[in-house]
């Protein structure tokens, strides 16, 4: 199927800026739509952004803040995090959904990265 990996996560002063990266490998035939979580300890997952033909939307905690983008190209997409806070720290997960290659037939796909570790400091 099609296996995501996430990277870019880190250590960051409050102020500062992080780009997370998900690439989506296998037999990719398309990307409809691609999207960032996070989940902080004892809290639920959470949306932070998504990106589809239909355009991006975000949560209202990083409205402003943060920008979703992709390389169709390359199937990746992007998290630029910017005016990081504190209560920004989670895990990171990207999710990804279209279609994949599967024979000569086209299949759907719904698939999640490991998850990177984004911890801001006060």
């Known amino acids: 199927q099609v296996q995501l990996v996430e990277s870019g996560g880190g250590l960051v002063q409050a102020g500062g800026s992080l780009r997370l990266s998900c690439v989506g490998s296998?037999?990719?035939?398309?990307?409809?739509?691609a999207g960032w979580y996070r989940q902080a300890p004892r809290k639920q997952r959470e949306l932070v952004a998504l990106?589809?033909?239909?355009?991006?939307q975000y949560g209202d905690s990083v409205k402003g803040r943060f920008t979703i983008s992709r390389d169709n190209a390359k199937n990746t997409v992007f998290l630029q995090m910017n005016s990081l806070k504190p209560e920004d720290t989670a895990v990171y997960y990207c999710?990804?959904?279209?279609?994949?290659?599967?024979?000569?037939?086209?299949?759907?796909?719904?698939?999640w990265g490991q998850g990177t570790q984004v911890t801001v400091s006060s």
């Open positions: 296998g037999s990719i035939f398309s990307i409809n739509a």
């Open positions: 990106i589809s033909s239909g355009g991006t």
């Open positions: 999710n990804m959904m279209g279609l994949y290659y599967s024979g000569s037939v086209g299949r759907q796909y719904v698939s």
